[in-house]
């Protein structure tokens, strides 16, 4: 969970992830939306590939990524179980000291 959150930390990253939203990308279509240069933009793709945020297809010589929903899952079941409701604890009914 470090590795993701890390990788949503920074701003290009997150960008990312919200172009491929819509589908699977080229790395070549990807650079055409940021203006950095290529290989910040792999260091991008490395970060996000660490944390099993996007994963990557070679097709000839494209490259494509996509968003790798699993990961997005099991972040959000993460969180709710820090932030969510608590479960309130089921009356022992041997116990009858309860309310």
Do not use: C, W
Request: proline share 6%; net charge negative.
């Amino acid at each position: 969970m470090n590795e993701v959150f890390k990788a949503l930390s920074d701003p290009t990253r997150r960008a990312i992830l919200k172009e491929l939203r819509a589908g699977e990308r080229s790395a070549g279509e990807l650079s055409e939306l940021f203006p950095i240069s290529k290989s910040t933009l792999s260091g991008h793709f490395l970060v996000l590939k660490a944390a099993d945020l996007v994963e990557s297809e070679r097709r000839g010589t494209t490259i494509l990524y996509r968003l790798n929903t699993t990961v997005f899952q099991d972040v959000l079941s993460g969180l709710l179980d820090l932030f969510g409701p608590q479960e309130q604890a089921t009356p022992d009914p041997s116990r009858k000291d309860q309310p």
